[in-house]
């Protein structure tokens, strides 16, 4: 009966919604969700040395055709192959270089394992019990795509490219 009551009031307490949310950016500030209401949230885990790098570029270009009802951020974590080793200095170093990236990008982060980051543990549960596939963070470069309400709509696959017929109808929709 105790152990009820605890996860009961861990379950009120719990973050729950996507504009609940504020995560360190890559750069040293803060990203708030809830600044991003009323848009369409597409988010991203990335990494620097993964053959789905190139992905980038089509990230990129879709933050900057639908700017004004997408926002996309980008979560690198080293979770998969070990292909971000980078520090939160470096990997913005290599973004903007190489793809300048200009949309928001968070620090380092685990999307799997004891260690998942908070948000990508609400992601999957969300997608789990949407019976989205793939629910769990499989690789890198795996979409989570949020409504203007934030409520997850579509997973993509990692490597379902940015620019992909089904991706460009669920921000579309």
């Known amino acids: 009966m105790f152990r009820l009551a605890i996860l009961s009031i861990f379950m009120l307490?719990?973050?729950s919604h996507l504009y609940d949310f504020k995560v360190d950016a890559v750069d040293g500030g803060k990203i708030d969700f809830a600044k991003y209401k009323g848009k369409k949230v597409l988010i991203v885990n990335t990494a620097?040395?993964?053959?789905?790098?190139p992905q980038y570029k089509g990230l990129e270009a879709l933050y900057k055709k639908y700017q004004n009802k997408l926002v996309i951020v980008g979560f690198p974590a080293n979770n998969f192959?070990?292909?971000e080793p980078g520090s939160n200095k470096e990997i913005k170093e290599f973004c903007t270089k190489e793809y300048a990236v200009t949309f928001p990008m968070a620090a380092k982060i685990s999307v799997k394992g004891s260690d998942i980051h908070p948000l990508y543990k609400w992601l999957v549960e969300e997608s789990k019990a949407k019976h989205f596939e793939p629910a769990e963070v499989t690789w890198n470069f795996q979409k989570y795509l949020l409504d203007e309400k934030g409520n997850l709509v579509a997973v993509?696959?990692?490597k379902t490219q940015p620019e992909a017929p089904e991706v460009i109808a669920a921000i579309e929709k």
């Open 48 to 53: 620097s040395l993964c053959g789905n790098t």
């Open 81 to 83: 192959g070990s292909q």
């Open 156 to 158: 993509f696959s990692p």
């Open 13 to 15: 307490f719990s973050t």
